[in-house]
């Protein structure tokens, strides 16, 4: 699995990178989650190296600060790795946004859109 937890499965950036190298693939959906800083540093990664659109959801946004949301990952410490602060590196690396999951098929459908893709 992909998460902030001490011992990772694959990270983002490598899966970002499968998917830019997947043919099959026309866009990515990146969902993550509060605590950490996974998120920020995949973003930065696919504005440089990444061609597909790009969709971005960040779970627990409603989260009071310090909040254990199930698993040691899901926490904000010290401030850092907020919903916030990930929206905003998705929206700097040219990531489009989704801030409710019922928003990820429209936005993703504009995404294509917007790529000449549909």
Known sequence: GIGGDPVNGTGF????????????????VMIGEIGGNAEQEAAAWAAENVTKPIVGFV?????PPGK???H???IIS???GTAEEKFAA????GIACAKDPSELGS???ES???AGLR
Request: net charge negative.
């Open 78 to 80: 010290g401030g850092k």
């Open 68 to 70: 254990r949301m199930g």
């Open 107 to 109: 936005v993703l459908l």
């Open 112 to 114: 294509l859109k917007k």
């Open 13 to 28: 950036i490598e899966c970002l990178a499968a998917f830019e190298a997947d043919e099959q693939t026309q866009a990515i």
């Open 72 to 74: 040691a990952g899901a």
């Open 90 to 93: 998705f929206e700097a690396a």
């Open 59 to 63: 779970a627990g946004a409603t989260a």
